[in-house]
Nanobody
Framework: QVQVAESWGGLVQAGWSLRLSCSVS???????MGWFRQAPGKEREGVAC????????FYSDSVTGRFAISRDNARSTVYLQMNSLEIDDTGIYYC??????????????????????WGQGTQVTVSS
């Protein structure tokens, strides 16, 4: 049975960094992986997506240049390095198996869920 578990969220001040981890059992070698977040009162938002081999990464416009997704298939782990955190980055961050990238005509990138398995999420709170 596939299990997904996020960790290392926390409370930080604006401008600080956090590195989230996502451990996956059973499926990581077969799927793209994505990070999503949901702020209170808002819809879930795709943040980052990485392909199976890890050589292609995609980011939503709101985090481009600040966040970096990576994966270590040998350790069945996906990471999200978050730098220059902003108050609007506050939310519950979820890791999921499977993501899709949609690019608009204007070049805006959206990360969509194509996930069969989700973790329980880890809280990230950014204070001023």
């Amino acid at each position: 049975q596939v299990q997904v578990a996020e960790s290392w969220g926390g409370l930080v001040q604006a401008g600080w960094s956090l590195r989230l981890s996502c451990s996956v059992s059973g499926l990581i070698d077969d799927a793209s992986m994505g990070w999503f977040r949901q702020a209170p009162g808002k819809e879930r938002e795709g943040v980052a997506c990485i392909n199976l081999s890890g050589d292609k990464t995609f980011y939503s416009d709101s985090v481009t240049g600040r966040f970096a997704i990576s994966r270590d298939n040998a350790r069945s782990t996906v990471y999200l390095q978050m730098n220059s955190l902003e108050i609007d980055d506050t939310g519950i961050y979820y890791c999921a198996t499977g993501c899709a990238v949609v690019t608009s005509a204007s070049g805006s990138v959206s990360i969509r869920a194509a996930a069969e398995y989700w973790g329980q999420g880890t809280q990230v709170t950014v204070s001023s």
